[in-house]
C-alpha cells in the first residue's frame, strides 16, 4: 500500500530516500513594495511540489497554498484568502508543468487544509473553471465530503489517503483549530501540511480538548516516520523568539521561517498538557497558544487589530514609509 519504505531514522546522514527540495530565504511579503510584488509568489521546492503564497498587498493573511504533482493527478492544498484570485496563477503552474513533462492535461483536486475563509476563498473560482489541461475533481471541507474522498472510516480517529499515482499522501483528521482541519503527510518528501494547527504564529484554539488530541494523534502518526518539515500556513512570528507581528500586519521583515521540525508538535503538547484542560494564551519560542473559543480576547484587542489594518492598508502604495 506504501511507495515508501521511509522510517524516521537513516542507517547514514545521507537524506535517505526521501525527495529533497528546498525553500526559500526570505519571502517576497517581507517587503512593503505592492507594485513589485506578484499576485501570488511560486516557490518550487523540487519540479513535483509547488508552495505558493499569495501577496499581503490583497490581504494582510497571505496564506500558503501547496501544489502536489503525482503521475495520475495532481493535488491543491486550500485555494487562498479573499482577494486572492489563485486561479491564473494556478494556471500558469500547472501548464508549465504539463509543458515541462510533455503531457496536455492532468486532473487536479481541490481540497483544504480546514474550513476557514482565509483558505477556502478561491474555491468558487476554481469549481467554476472549465480549463480542459486542468478538469478540477472539488473536495468541499467538509467531514462527510471528506471521510468519502480519502476513506477515513471514523472521524476523527481513523485516518486516509489519496493516491495521486507514484505518491501516496497520508490524511488525518485534527480538529480544534476548526471543525475540518485536517494534516496531510507526503511520504515522497516527509513533508506534513499542519494547517492552522501548528504554524510559526498565533495558534487559535477553538475547541481545545480536540486540539489537544489532534495535536496528539499527530505525534503518533508522525512517530517511526520520516518527518522533513512541518508546513503551516501563515507566518505571524518574527525571527526574533517569542515575538509575533500585531494581528492584521501586512509586510514582516526578518519573518520565521515557514518550516518548523517534528519536534516543535512535542513541546505544543507539553505546553497543552500543562495547562490541565483550562485554555489560557501563553507564548512559545516559535509560536503561541492563542484559545479563540467564547470569552477569549477583548474588544479593546479587536479595536488595535483593526487599526493596524487600516493604518497598513493607508500606506500600502507608499515606498517611503514601508
Ligand atoms: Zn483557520
Ligand atoms: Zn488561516
Given at each position: 500500500m506504501s511507495v515508501s519504505t521511509a522510517?524516521?531514522?537513516?542507517?547514514?546522514?545521507?537524506?535517505?530516500n526521501l525527495e529533497r527540495g528546498t525553500l526559500p530565504?526570505?519571502?517576497?511579503?517581507?517587503?512593503?513594495k505592492c507594485m513589485e510584488i506578484p499576485e501570488w509568489q511560486v516557490h518550487e521546492y523540487n519540479p513535483n511540489f509547488i508552495i505558493m503564497r499569495q501577496s499581503p498587498c490583497t490581504d494582510y493573511e497571505k496564506p500558503f497554498v501547496f501544489l502536489f504533482f503525482g503521475k495520475e493527478k495532481a493535488m491543491l492544498v486550500d485555494t487562498g484568502s479573499?482577494?486572492?484570485?489563485l486561479t491564473p496563477a494556478l494556471q500558469l503552474v500547472v501548464k508549465n508543468w504539463l509543458t515541462r513533462n510533455g503531457r496536455t492535461s492532468i486532473p487536479l483536486i481541490v481540497t483544504h487544509t480546514h474550513e476557514h475563509e482565509d483558505h477556502t476563498w478561491g474555491d468558487k473560482a476554481l469549481q467554476a473553471l472549465n480549463d480542459p489541461a486542468m478538469p478540477i475533481i472539488f473536495v468541499p471541507s467538509e467531514v462527510e465530503a471528506s471521510k468519502r474522498f480519502f476513506g477515513i472510516?471514523?472521524?476523527?480517529r481513523d485516518t486516509g489517503q489519496i493516491d495521486l499515482g507514484g505518491r501516496v499522501l497520508d490524511v488525518i483528521p485534527i480538529p480544534g483549530?476548526?471543525?475540518?482541519s485536517i494534516a496531510f503527510y507526503d511520504r515522497n518528501t516527509g513533508?506534513?501540511?499542519?494547517g492552522d494547527t501548528m504554524y510559526p504564529g498565533r495558534l487559535y484554539v477553538q475547541d481545545f480538548p480536540a486540539f489537544q488530541a489532534s495535536v496528539e494523534r499527530l505525534i503518533a502518526f508522525t512517530k517511526g516516520k520520516p518527518v522533513a518539515h512541518l508546513l503551516g500556513n501563515h507566518i505571524e512570528e518574527?525571527?526574533?523568539?517569542?515575538l509575533d507581528y500585531p494581528v492584521g500586519t501586512m509586510y514582516q521583515p526578518n519573518e520565521h521561517e515557514l518550516a518548523m521540525p517534528r519536534g516543535e508538535l512535542l513541546e505544543l503538547d507539553e505546553a497543552l498538557v500543562a495547562m490541565h484542560g483550562t485554555p489560557k494564551r501563553e507564548a512559545l519560542r516559535d509560536f503561541s497558544v492563542w484559545p479563540s473559543g467564547p470569552?477569549?480576547?477583548?474588544a479593546a484587542e479587536r479595536n488595535a487589530y483593526k487599526k493596524n489594518v487600516e493604518e497598513q492598508r493607508a500606506k500600502m502604495w507608499d515606498q517611503t514609509k514601508p
Open positions: 522510517v524516521a531514522q537513516f542507517p547514514q546522514p545521507d537524506g535517505g530565504a526570505r519571502w517576497y511579503s517581507e517587503d512593503a479573499r482577494n486572492g484570485n472510516a471514523n472521524w476523527p483549530h476548526s471543525k475540518v513533508v506534513v501540511l499542519s518574527s525571527s526574533t523568539p517569542f470569552g477569549f480576547g477583548s
